[in-house]
T-cell receptor, first 114, second 112 residues
Framework: AQSVSQHNHHVILSEAASLELGCNYS??????LFWYVQYPGQHLQLLLK??????LVKGIKGFEAEFIKSKFSFNLRKPSVQWSDTAEYFC????????????FGTGTQLKVEL | DADVTQTPRNRITKTGKRIMLECSQT?????MYWYRQDPGLGLRLIYY???????NKGEISDGYSVSRQAQAKFSLSLESAIPNQTALYFC???????????FGSGTQLSVL
């Protein structure tokens, strides 16, 4: 079955620490990959996306993600987090050969402490 | 005006009642989705539609039905609401598989 896994459910970091959130997908075909963020009380916003080309993708607010096809992974990174990055982060995938529907992971709740 | 409008914003209902959640979009997109969000479970896909004549079940469609009345409108119905359908429901739309989703503000549904 097509699925998306986010292994870190809750992450707590201090300001200025580096961040890496894991995302793995289950399908070996062509995929489009996304990271969304949901700040408290708001709906989801797109951080970045990948569908082809350079596997290192840069997004908004200093976030980046690397697509590693051999590992079926699309991990989100940020070198130095800020308190304002406290939010829930969702990885999402479209399997272009499998219905083209957008499937989300279960989310990672990030808390950044001062 | 919002690109994606959901009504109502909040709804409290009783077990067994029929409920309809409505969604309309001004983006002119063909693709529309209904998700529910539960703590620790992320967003789970209920139904999706890629045009007016296209309706597809998502991963958790049991107990739900949808209607795509027009390109801009996609409504979700709970035929007989039950308490475990208490959740935050989101409608979303996008132009295509490489494009970002535009979300509505959500409908918080409580089934007592």
């Amino acid at each position: 079955a097509q699925s998306v896994s986010q292994h870190n459910h809750h992450v707590i970091l201090s300001e200025a620490a580096s961040l890496e959130l894991g995302c793995n997908y289950s399908y070996g075909g062509t995929v489009n990959l996304f990271w969304y963020v949901q700040y408290p009380g708001q709906h989801l916003q797109l951080l970045l996306k990948y569908f082809s080309g350079d596997p290192l993708v840069k997004g908004i607010k200093g976030f980046e993600a690397e697509f590693i096809k051999s590992k079926f992974s699309f991990n989100l990174r940020k070198p130095s987090v800020q308190w304002s990055d406290t939010a829930e982060y969702f990885c999402a995938v479209i399997y272009t050969g499998g219905g083209n529907k957008l499937t989300f992971g279960t989310g990672t709740q990030l808390k950044v402490e001062l | 005006d919002a690109d994606v409008t959901q009504t109502p914003r909040n709804r409290i209902t009783k077990t067994g009642k029929r409920i309809m959640l409505e969604c309309s979009q001004t983006k002119g997109h063909d693709r529309m989705y209904w998700y529910r969000q539960d703590p620790g479970l992320g967003l789970r896909l209920i139904y999706y539609s890629f045009d007016v004549k296209d309706i597809n079940k998502g991963e958790i469609s049991d107990g739900y039905s949808v209607s795509r009345q027009a390109q801009a409108k996609f409504s979700l119905s709970l035929e007989s609401a039950i308490p475990n359908q208490t959740a935050l429901y989101f409608c979303a739309t996008h132009r295509g598989a490489k494009e970002k989703l535009f979300f509505g503000s959500g409908t918080q549904l409580s089934v007592l």
